[in-house]
């Protein structure tokens, strides 16, 4: 039986994969890597400082180190959702659909605290999540399941008895390694990556998640 629900939140909850991109490819530019949205899938759903490191581990730049880089591309990020972030469609009814059910909701993402706060402000959610929590405070981000253990037990519910909602391949790895239930609402990069299939169950978008969805999940409990 569901107790809580765990959000991701790039890609999910907020159209931010398109700034992400955008802030990669100017910054990785300007250390001689030429980024392109068929490259950046490899990287999807990884912490920013996981995916400095990827990239210099197969093409090292020299002039600035692998931190300044990382705080170019979050202070770009945080730049593009505050001018252009738009939240997904469905966000507000999947939140109804949850609410009716007095399930707890929380965010559990890659990204860094700071870039976090700036989508909730953007899309004003917060009043609707018991916690928030970043993988920057893991040993390890996604696929590794700690940043959902970790959201499990500041919700206060084992996490067998939660649900993860992720867009990413990685992210349902992580979320199934945590033992939790999870729905996939991959997007058109990934829709077609078996590990997508992992999940217990696959929506086209939060639009089409519904009350029957729930039901299907609950009875496979």
Not at 105 to 126: G, P, Q
Request: hydrophobic content about 40%.
């Amino acid at each position: 039986m569901v107790k809580a629900v765990i959000f991701d939140m790039d890609g999910l909850l907020i159209d931010s994969e398109p700034l992400w991109q955008e802030a990669e490819t100017l910054v990785f530019s300007k250390v001689g890597i030429a980024l392109t949205p068929e490259k950046m899938i490899k990287t999807m759903g990884l912490r920013v400082d996981e995916v400095v490191q990827y990239w210099y581990s197969r093409q090292p730049w020299e002039g600035v180190t692998q931190e300044q880089v990382k705080a170019d591309i979050v202070n770009n990020v945080i730049s593009l959702i505050r001018l252009k972030g738009k939240a997904m469609p469905g966000v507000q009814n999947t939140i109804t659909l949850f609410k009716k059910r007095n399930l707890p909701m929380a965010i559990a993402s890659s990204s860094l605290t700071e870039i976090i706060n700036a989508v909730l402000e953007k899309i004003d959610i917060r009043k609707d999540l018991k916690t928030i929590y970043s993988a920057e405070h893991e040993s390890y981000g996604k696929p590794h399941p700690g940043v959902y253990i970790t959201t499990a037990e500041k919700l206060g519910v084992a996490p067998e008895h939660c649900l993860a909602i992720e867009d990413s391949p990685n992210g349902v790895l992580s979320a199934k390694a945590a033992r939790m239930k999870c729905i996939a609402i991959p997007d058109h990069h990934s829709s077609s990556d078996p590990r997508i299939q992992i999940a217990d169950l696959v929506v086209s978008s939060l639009e089409a998640l519904s009350e029957k969805d729930l039901l299907l999940l609950d009875s496979k409990s």
